[in-house]
């Protein structure tokens, strides 16, 4: 009697649970230690966690495990291009903002709609790219992205080597034309990647592996280019002779965004998620052990000023233009290659 008394609730609970797609390695490590577990026990609600590919793979497989009515996760995090590429084919569950409880305190880049103004995906974390050099080699720090093309720096920097991930048309569509409006047309496009061409000469290192980069960053054989901010503070952190810059015309702005798959049928443990994660507390906390920035206004967060610049900064900053990489990706590419990275 007292087992078949027992057996609704054991079902109850199992129906309570949901698959959570986010990058793998460290940062999946870092959700498993501090965010799910936090969640459940605000919600009863187990989570599984899916590491997940970065770049464009992950979408790929959602889309394909959609078509057959499976979700390999109900809620994943997706880079702003991958996200919107998923917009073009109907594969988010709309988000309904009126349950997510601070809807109205995330910033406005770090959320996405449909056309008809749906909400396709809500920040779930920010990163910044930054100007970044080794302080053996430049004792003093640049204060704007122009600098990468001065004279001196033959040969010394080490940029990502691509448009959708460098975002350095509008890095110099902000430094040298007012603003990434530039970008609008295809004339414009190309007359800033006339201007970036210019910097050739002082690139060293294209790089496609992280790793690689940070490694002669530290070192100095490549002592100055662009990477992220956080992981170039826990670098100084540790001793190395290295420092982030946010230059006078920002640092690059880019996030991953929670999406629901279409195919999942627990849109309602999605949307208590990504309304827990999206509280300033567990902003902050993400911040704090994660190192990402905040996706909600400043004034809410508990974050002190050193543990704010460690992460973000108050510089408005460079915005990518996400909707290239959909709308123009392959003429984009096939510019990209043939005037810059040749």
Same mark, same amino acid.
């Given at each position: 009697? @007292? ?5 609704p609730t054991v079902l109850r609970a199992q129906e309570r649970s949901l698959k959570v797609g986010v990058y793998g390695g460290y940062f999946k490590d870092s959700f498993d230690k501090h965010v799910f ?6 919600? @009863?609600? *187990? ?10 793979? $992950? ?11 499976? *979700? ?13 590429? @998923?917009?073009? =084919?109907?594969? $988010? ?18 959320? #996405? ?5 749906? !909400? #396709? @995906?809500?920040?779930?974390?920010? $990163? ?74 002082? !690139?060293?290192? $294209? ?23 956080? !992981?170039?503070?826990? *670098? ?8 982030s810059t946010f230059p006078k015309e920002g640092g690059i702005s880019d996030a991953g965004s929670w999406a629901i798959s279409s195919a999942s049928d627990k849109a309602d443990e999605a949307h208590e ?19 990402? #920035? ?15 610049n460690a992460v973000s900064s108050t510089i408005d900053p460079i915005v990518p233009r996400y909707d290239l990489y959909v709308d123009k990706a392959d003429w984009i590419n096939q510019k990209w290659t043939?005037?810059? !990275? =040749?």
């Amino acid at each position: 009697m @007292g087992a078949s008394l027992a057996m609704p609730t054991v079902l109850r609970a199992q129906e309570r649970s949901l698959k959570v797609g986010v990058y793998g390695g460290y940062f999946k490590d870092s959700f498993d230690k501090h965010v799910f577990p936090a969640f459940t026990q605000a919600s @009863g609600i *187990a989570v599984e966690s899916i590491a997940e590919p970065t770049g464009e793979a $992950w979408l790929v497989q959602l889309q394909q495990a959609a078509r057959a009515g499976m *979700a390999p996760a109900d809620v994943s995090m997706m880079s702003q291009t991958a996200l919107r590429k @998923g917009i073009a =084919s109907q594969l $988010w569950t709309p988000i309904d903002s009126a349950r997510i409880a601070h809807f109205n305190d995330i910033l406005p880049p770090f959320v #996405a709609r449909y056309p008809d103004d749906g !909400v #396709a @995906g809500v920040g779930a974390v920010a $990163w910044y790219i930054t100007l970044v050099s080794n302080t053996d080699a430049y004792p003093q720090a640049p204060d704007s992205w122009a600098f990468l093309w001065d004279p001196s720096n033959a040969d010394k920097l080490g940029l990502l080597a691509l448009a959708s991930n460098s975002f350095l048309l509008e890095v110099t569509a902000k430094t040298f034309f007012g603003g990434t409006q530039k970008l609008d047309t295809e004339e414009g496009i190309l007359e800033i990647m006339d201007k970036l061409a210019e910097l050739k000469p002082n !690139v060293q290192l $294209w790089y496609r592996d992280e790793a690689q980069f940070e490694q002669a960053l530290k070192s100095g054989e490549v002592p100055m280019g662009q990477y992220y901010h956080d !992981v170039t503070g826990l *670098a100084a952190k540790d001793g190395f002779p290295v420092r982030s810059t946010f230059p006078k015309e920002g640092g690059i702005s880019d996030a991953g965004s929670w999406a629901i798959s279409s195919a999942s049928d627990k849109a309602d443990e999605a949307h208590e998620f990504i309304a827990f994660t999206s509280q300033p507390e567990i902003q902050a906390l993400m911040a704090r052990q994660i190192g990402t #920035a905040p996706t909600v206004r400043r004034d809410l967060l508990d974050l002190t000023d050193a543990e704010f610049n460690a992460v973000s900064s108050t510089i408005d900053p460079i915005v990518p233009r996400y909707d290239l990489y959909v709308d123009k990706a392959d003429w984009i590419n096939q510019k990209w290659t043939e005037l810059i !990275v =040749s």
